[in-house]
Nanobody, 115 residues
Framework: VQLQASGGGLVQYGGSARLSCVAS????????MGWFRQAPGKQRELVAD???????TYADSVKGRFAIFRDTAENAVYLQMNDLRPEDSAVYYC??????????WGQGTLVTVSS
């Protein structure tokens, strides 16, 4: 599956942004969808993950501020980010794992939070 991420940009401290990731096929065939991020000089880390028909999981650093949700009609997964902080600045990557175990990555979208 191909993933197209969008929605990054420059955001003020305490502001909000929504990232979108549209899949090239029905997400009914995708078991696990999530968002990772990678800041300069740091390893890529899981931000949020949602498994079909299960609750979402979040990194401790974003709990209570970020929300991930799937939209089957749009074949998309979204990441709503609120109360953004400079430490949230990173390239955000959409990720998907199909029921057959095939892993796919989106191209990444840059989020910069100004202090």
């Amino acid at each position: 599956v191909q993933l197209q991420a969008s929605g990054g940009g420059l955001v003020q401290y305490g502001g909000s942004a929504r990232l979108s990731c549209v899949a090239s096929e029905s997400i009914e065939s995708i078991n696990d969808m999530g968002w990772f991020r990678q800041a300069p000089g740091k390893q890529r880390e899981l931000v949020a993950d949602i498994i079909k028909h299960h609750v979402a999981t979040y990194a401790d650093s974003v709990k209570g501020r970020f929300a991930i949700f799937r939209d089957t009609a749009e074949n998309a997964v979204y990441l709503q980010m609120n109360d953004l902080r400079p430490e949230d600045s990173a390239v955000y990557y959409c990720h998907a794992v199909s029921w057959s175990g095939i892993s796919s990555w989106g191209q990444g979208t840059l989020v910069t939070v100004s202090s």
